[in-house]
């Protein structure tokens, strides 16, 4: 019988036990399939030997010598030292790590071969923890006919495992052992190596591979894989976009009255970027087709009140309509605008988030199930299973770079309990440059606010170290006198919410000792929400000079009196989230200022991505050059999102293979069906979300 990879475990392999298959789990390798797709990051050159003299610093080689000397240095904790001669010279091999019988083996006389980085050491150059062979006198050890790979690993498995266990997964692979090349309808038109050709290479790449283009993952063997991966998630992508549109949604038609009333009370006139797209999302939301659409617009360019409209629409057709915010101070200040803006017009608009408790919850969740709230604004809480609507017609979702996919396709299931689906908007003010956006979003329309309100005021962007942060107090004390506001953000510390919460805190007492005459707030993740919107109400209100805040003020909170934002350590933060802090200012009408501070010593990196902050104010440019020096993981926050989390491929290496994946895609899609679903469970085996609709 044939060996189906994909259905076959790693524990059939020699070496693999529990142990080792719990490990492979912890990585997602589950089967053969999964092993052979867990690819190289990393070559190492041993297809051939280099003589002692020739060895030079920074090298990675393959020498043989004999062991001249060997000592432990002194100190508590003595390293192993041996030192290693051929005919040309010798080198140094040290062992902070080793037992009695590692010294037994490497002792005076015995032949080795090495393998390891060079580096300059005290006395010479030496090699640290090199791996090594012993070598038998009158038996010469072949060199490999291919570069060593190396993968990326996890505590407790090996370089030395990983080959064992890809040699043998490799060895099946060419008995004949069936892993399906599903893109061979595609070779006569697009040329492309076989899968087994290129799984082979880059496994084992032969000694004259081209080493470089191995390191950038650009190598046409790596690429045939990446083409793949790629093409599998636009196909799930338009799988479930065709999915989604087969089911119904309620058509709304114009609210002209309604509308009218609305913008009569609005101070302002919607830009043309605001009517433009407006009349996109009206287009969408009067069919039974369910609007999947996603609308990008810069940090205050005035998104909130395009989400009002719809919402309105929404409501005048008699539905309820729903938007979710990822933070509860986001969530609020949408539920504090559209209450100022709906209430006159006699609708009710409900807030729930996970900190309404008891009664309120209780009556908040009986007006979404009887239709007697209109409009309901909320933070995930939405998503729970309490939450019943009555006839939710549109979902607007904000920010949603910060939800998981799970969730966004939860609420919509909330819909589908009442026989139809609801339209949806998605609204981002992270600036996806247009491919990527493409890809990642193949199964959203896209409408782009592409013009800020009329007035703005140019922000003056200041790059400084941290050494000056003394001038910078004086400086705010200054504007603050002078009736202006400001915010002070404090570091953004990794993985540590608790962290960060306490670090806020002391810069909030050291600034309340460094400015007595003015008044101080603080605003943190881990403030109950009550003593939060207190604290926000009253900067909002101008009781506050300085809000001292981590980065929960990130998004949405809109303050035109303050007209400066300190952020300290912006050398941690990534560019796109530093644009958004600044968009916290310039809002009003006196001249703004944001002040990047540093801690010193600053990488060149580090220095460029604080200075594209400073030469420019366009989130799309901010976004490009964000990508050229991050990648795309971080830019799209797909830790969270789960989308277009890749195996392989990367949206920013890949971003040339997009336009063939385009058209792969489409040929895919209309002749080979079986072939889509083969690419869709082969790489979106854990993204459901794509195929199970
Ligand atoms: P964002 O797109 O970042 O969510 P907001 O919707 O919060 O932006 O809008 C930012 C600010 O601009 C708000 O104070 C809002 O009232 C104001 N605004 C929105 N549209 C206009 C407009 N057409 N003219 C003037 N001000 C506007
Ligand atoms: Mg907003």
């Known amino acids: 019988m044939t060996t189906e990879l994909d259905k076959t475990p790693c524990d059939i392999l020699h070496g693999v036990g529990p142990k080792l298959s719990s490990l492979l789990a912890k990585r997602c390798i589950y089967t053969l399939q999964d092993l052979l797709f867990h690819l190289p990051f990393r070559y190492l050159d041993r297809t051939h030997l280099t003589v002692l003299r020739d060895v030079r610093a920074g090298d990675y080689v393959a020498i043989e010598g004999i062991i001249e000397s060997h000592r432990v240095s002194r100190g508590p904790k003595g390293s192993l030292i041996c030192e290693l001669k051929d005919a040309s010279g010798y080198i140094i091999l040290r062992f902070f790590h080793f037992n009695a019988e590692q010294m037994r083996h490497l002792s005076v006389g015995t032949g080795l071969r090495c393998f390891g980085e060079v580096r300059h050491g005290y006395q010479g150059l030496e090699i640290i923890h090199p791996e090594y062979l012993h070598l038998t006198p009158?038996?010469?050890?072949?060199?490999?006919?291919?570069?060593?790979?190396?993968?990326?690993?996890?505590?407790?498995?090996?370089?030395?495992?990983?080959?064992?266990?890809?040699?043998?997964?490799?060895?099946?692979?060419?008995?004949?052992?069936?892993?399906?090349?599903h893109l061979l309808p595609m070779h006569d038109k697009f040329s492309l190596p076989y899968l087994s050709e290129a799984l082979h290479y880059v496994h084992r790449p032969?000694?004259?591979?081209?080493?470089?283009?191995?390191l950038a993952g650009v190598h046409p063997m790596q690429q045939r894989l990446a083409l793949e991966e790629l093409l599998a998630h636009q196909l799930g992508l338009s799988r479930l976009r065709r999915a989604l549109q087969s089911m119904q949604a309620p058509k709304l038609g114009d609210a002209e009255?309604?509308?009218?009333?609305?913008?009569?009370?609005?101070?302002?006139?919607?830009?043309?970027?605001?009517?433009?797209?407006?009349?996109?999302?009206?287009?969408?939301?009067?069919?039974?087709?369910?609007?999947?659409?996603?609308?990008?617009?810069?940090?205050?360019?005035?998104?909130?009140?395009?989400?009002?409209?719809?919402?309105l629409q929404a409501v005048a057709n008699g539905y309820q309509s729903?938007?979710?915010?990822?933070?509860?101070?986001?969530?609020?200040?949408?539920?504090?605008?559209?209450?100022?803006?709906?209430?006159?017009?006699?609708?009710?608009?409900?807030?729930?988030s996970g900190k309404v408790k008891a009664k309120a919850r209780r009556e908040t969740l009986s007006a979404i199930q009887d239709g007697s709230a209109h409009i309901i604004v909320g933070t995930h809480a939405l998503l729970q299973e309490a939450v019943q609507f009555k006839h939710l017609a549109l979902l607007i979702i904000d920010e949603q770079h910060r939800f998981g996919v799970d969730q966004r396709l939860a609420l919509r299931e909330k819909g589908l309990q009442q026989d139809y689906n609801p339209h949806q908007l998605i609204m981002t003010a992270t600036p996806i440059p247009r491919t990527l956006a493409m890809s990642v979003y193949a199964h959203l329309d896209h409408s782009v606010i592409d013009e800020l309100p009329p007035g703005r005021k140019p922000i003056q962007t200041i790059v400084l170290s941290n050494s000056k942060r003394d001038t910078i107090v004086t400086r705010v004390e200054e504007q603050c006198l002078l009736g202006k506001q400001?915010?002070?953000?404090?570091?953004?510390i990794e993985d540590s919410e608790k962290l960060q919460c306490e670090a806020a805190t002391k810069t909030y007492e050291q600034l309340s000792l460094q400015l007595p005459h003015l008044k101080i707030g603080l605003a943190h993740g881990a403030l109950a929400s009550k003593d939060k919107t207190e604290v926000m109400q009253a900067f909002k209100n101008g009781h506050i000079n300085v809000l001292v805040a981590t980065t929960v003020v990130e998004v949405g909170v809109d303050v035109p009196n303050a007209c400066l934002m300190i952020i300290e350590n912006a050398e941690r933060m990534g560019l796109s989230q530093l644009h958004q802090l600044r968009g916290r200012v310039g809002r009003g009408s006196s001249e703004s200022f944001c002040v990047l501070l540093y801690q010193v010593p600053l990488s060149d990196t580090a220095y460029q991505r604080?200075?594209?902050?400073?030469?420019?104010?366009?989130?799309?440019?901010?976004?490009?050059?964000?990508?050229?020096?991050?990648?795309?993981?971080?830019?799209?926050?797909?830790?969270?999102?789960?989308?277009?989390?890749?195996?392989?491929?990367?949206?920013?290496?890949?971003?040339a293979l997009l336009p063939l994946v385009k058209d792969m895609a489409q040929i895919l899609l209309s002749t080979?069906?079986?072939?889509?679903?083969?690419?869709?469970?082969?790489?979106?085996?854990?993204?459901?979300?794509?195929?199970?609709?």
């Open 206 to 214: 032969p000694p004259n591979a081209d080493r470089l283009q191995l």
């Open 322 to 352: 729903a938007i979710m915010a990822p933070t509860e101070i986001l969530a609020e200040q949408h539920y504090s605008n559209l209450t100022q803006w709906f209430t006159p017009l006699g609708l009710t608009v409900a807030w729930l």
């Open 257 to 311: 009255k309604l509308t009218q009333q609305f913008l009569a009370q609005l101070p302002f006139a919607l830009t043309r970027a605001q009517e433009k797209v407006l009349s996109e999302i009206r287009a969408d939301i009067s069919r039974s087709e369910p609007m999947l659409r996603l609308l990008q617009g810069d940090v205050g360019s005035g998104k909130t009140v395009v989400a009002a409209l719809s919402l």
């Open 610 to 655: 604080l200075d594209v902050m400073r030469s420019t104010e366009s989130g799309f440019i901010i976004a490009e050059k964000d990508l050229a020096l991050r990648g795309s993981g971080e830019l799209l926050g797909t830790r969270q999102t789960g989308i277009g989390r890749l195996r392989i491929a990367s949206y920013t290496r890949d971003s």
């Open 138 to 181: 009158g038996r010469a050890l072949d060199v490999d006919d291919h570069l060593t790979p190396i993968y990326p690993s996890t505590e407790g498995i090996s370089q030395f495992q990983w080959r064992r266990l890809s040699d043998q997964a490799l060895a099946l692979l060419a008995q004949g052992a069936v892993l399906g090349d």
């Open 486 to 492: 400001a915010y002070w953000i404090c570091p953004l």
């Open 672 to 693: 080979q069906p079986l072939v889509c679903d083969a690419l869709i469970a082969r790489w979106l085996a854990e993204g459901l979300d794509y195929g199970q609709v």
